[in-house]
């Protein structure tokens, strides 16, 4: 959530704090020759709070390095992107605490993957206290995009969210509470690159006190257990309470909804799952190609190279207000796969159809998901949007043509 709005799950880990109870013992396992690692990452959330997540934090490190696992710590105020991204190199699980603004949120009708469905770290202006204003710098968000081109977990992978808001669906405390669909849809969008892009076997989301603790205690004491079972052995799990869905980004994956009373009473999102339920830790790289991989591959599949193509992309093109440098022109900002990047010097120019045709010169990257389930190919100033289409831009997404090679400007094109 942006720094300043309220922290939903504040009030549930300050109350179980103050009915905390000594940890019941348990056996050690046999501790493998070479330890999974384990990276616990914990944003800054504020002064007062940060402190209570790294202590959730510390709780899920201790029940992985009981069980032998190896355990990299990025905690504010020294989780930058630089430490986090070694923390997460080669992990086999990554834990993450700290600020969350998924999509759909009430901040914005267009999603941005540059800074949504990612981690909030210690921004380029950070001071070194746990200051989490994103308006001035100490706090900045890394969004999927940025995750997706930057970190290198271990494959087949699990992801876990433990009190970032959206992650498991639910409204922050000041909004309208999510239904079925708006919990789902959040789900779906912050675990699409883990899974589609990372090649992760697994995302969970709790809003439980030390849910993480328990998640990675569980996947380490019992690594051939089922994910699906993983998420039904959570003390506070309720079958009653659990939706099962197809995943909205993912072909052949799940979203599981967990939606039970928990902080006073309160019926909420407050915890759940995404991939496919019947994987495990074990599988490693395999659980990947159990459950997602053949769906991402066929996705991946569906977009023939460019040289196949004879330089055409087919897909959806979003929009943003413009680049600087370029302000009030039309302009298009293309994923790196198609060429994209800020020019050194004269930009490359692309022609570009929609229910019109004109050439645009390239002026930056963007995050745009070539070779997944929304195939996004482009991202468009307004102007440009305008230019090509008579669609308004609270569509939010239209149909175009890329032609990447040189081609001949249509006749009835603006440019021609």
């Given at each position: 959530?942006?720094p300043?709005?309220?922290?939903?799950p504040v009030?549930?880990?300050?109350?179980?704090?103050?009915?905390l109870?000594?940890?019941?013992?348990?056996?050690?396992?046999a501790?493998?020759?070479?330890?999974i690692?384990?990276?616990?990452?914990?944003?800054p959330?504020?002064?007062?709070?940060?402190?209570?997540?790294i202590?959730?934090?510390?709780?899920?490190?201790?029940?992985?390095?009981?069980?032998?696992?190896?355990?990299?710590r990025?905690?504010?105020?020294?989780?930058?992107?630089?430490?986090?991204?070694?923390?997460?190199?080669?992990?086999?699980i990554?834990?993450?605490l700290g600020?969350?603004?998924?999509?759909p949120?009430?901040y914005?009708?267009?999603?941005?993957?540059?800074?949504?469905?990612?981690w909030?770290?210690?921004g380029?202006?950070a001071?070194?206290?746990?200051?989490d204003?994103w308006?001035?710098?100490?706090l900045?968000?890394?969004?999927?995009?940025?995750?997706?081109?930057?970190?290198?977990?271990?494959?087949?992978?699990?992801?876990?969210?433990?009190n970032?808001?959206y992650?498991p669906?639910?409204?922050?405390g000041?909004?309208?509470?999510?239904?079925?669909k708006?919990?789902?849809?959040?789900?779906?969008?912050?675990?699409?690159?883990?899974?589609?892009?990372?090649?992760?076997?697994a995302?969970?989301a709790t809003?439980?006190?030390?849910?993480?603790?328990?998640?990675v205690?569980?996947?380490?004491?019992?690594p051939?257990?089922p994910?699906?079972?993983?998420?039904s052995?959570e003390?506070?799990?309720?079958?009653?309470?659990?939706?099962r869905l197809p995943h909205?980004?993912?072909?052949?994956?799940?979203?599981?909804?967990?939606?039970?009373?928990y902080?006073?009473?309160?019926?909420?999102?407050?915890?759940?799952?995404?991939?496919n339920?019947?994987?495990?830790l074990a599988?490693?790289a395999?659980g990947r190609?159990?459950?997602n991989e053949?769906s991402a591959a066929?996705a991946?599949?569906?977009?023939p190279?460019?040289?196949a193509?004879?330089?055409?992309a087919?897909?959806?093109?979003?929009s943003y207000?413009?680049?600087?440098?370029?302000?009030?022109?039309?302009t298009?900002?293309?994923?790196?796969?198609l060429?994209?990047g800020?020019?050194?010097?004269?930009?490359t120019?692309?022609l570009?159809c929609?229910?019109r045709c004109a050439?645009l010169?390239?002026?930056d990257?963007?995050?745009c998901f070539?070779g997944?389930?929304?195939?996004?190919?482009?991202?468009l100033?307004?102007?440009a949007?305008r230019l090509?289409?008579?669609?308004p831009l609270?569509?939010?997404?239209i149909?175009?043509?890329?032609?990447?090679?040189?081609?001949?400007?249509?006749?009835d094109?603006?440019?021609a």
């Amino acid at each position: 959530m942006p720094p300043g709005e309220s922290v939903r799950p504040v009030l549930v880990i300050i109350t179980a704090l103050a009915t905390l109870v000594a940890s019941l013992g348990f056996a050690l396992p046999a501790r493998a020759a070479t330890p999974i690692k384990v990276a616990v990452i914990v944003g800054p959330v504020g002064e007062e709070l940060t402190p209570v997540y790294i202590g959730l934090a510390e709780a899920a490190a201790t029940e992985a390095e009981v069980r032998g696992a190896s355990v990299a710590r990025a905690y504010s105020p020294n989780a930058n992107a630089a430490q986090v991204l070694a923390a997460v190199e080669g992990a086999t699980i990554v834990i993450y605490l700290g600020h969350g603004v998924g999509t759909p949120n009430p901040y914005s009708p267009n999603p941005n993957a540059a800074t949504t469905n990612g981690w909030g770290l210690n921004g380029p202006n950070a001071v070194g206290t746990h200051a989490d204003a994103w308006s001035d710098g100490t706090l900045a968000y890394y969004g999927e995009a940025w995750i997706a081109a930057n970190a290198r977990p271990a494959p087949g992978w699990v992801m876990i969210y433990s009190n970032a808001c959206y992650a498991p669906g639910a409204s922050e405390g000041f909004d309208t509470p999510a239904d079925e669909k708006k919990a789902a849809d959040r789900v779906s969008a912050y675990s699409r690159a883990p899974l589609a892009e990372l090649g992760a076997s697994a995302y969970f989301a709790t809003d439980f006190y030390e849910g993480a603790a328990h998640l990675v205690g569980t996947l380490l004491d019992q690594p051939s257990l089922p994910y699906g079972e993983v998420f039904s052995s959570e003390p506070r799990f309720s079958a009653a309470g659990l939706a099962r869905l197809p995943h909205g980004l993912v072909s052949g994956a799940e979203t599981w909804l967990h939606r039970s009373a928990y902080f006073e009473g309160k019926l909420d999102y407050w915890y759940a799952f995404a991939g496919n339920p019947a994987a495990s830790l074990a599988d490693g790289a395999a659980g990947r190609a159990a459950g997602n991989e053949a769906s991402a591959a066929a996705a991946i599949g569906a977009v023939p190279p460019l040289t196949a193509i004879d330089g055409l992309a087919i897909g959806m093109a979003s929009s943003y207000a413009e680049s600087i440098g370029w302000e009030g022109q039309p302009t298009i900002a293309l994923p790196l796969e198609l060429g994209g990047g800020m020019p050194d010097g004269d930009p490359t120019w692309v022609l570009v159809c929609a229910d019109r045709c004109a050439s645009l010169p390239i002026v930056d990257s963007c995050p745009c998901f070539v070779g997944t389930t929304d195939q996004r190919v482009a991202n468009l100033s307004h102007d440009a949007w305008r230019l090509l289409s008579d669609a308004p831009l609270e569509e939010g997404l239209i149909r175009v043509e890329l032609y990447l090679a040189p081609a001949v400007i249509p006749a009835d094109s603006p440019d021609a």
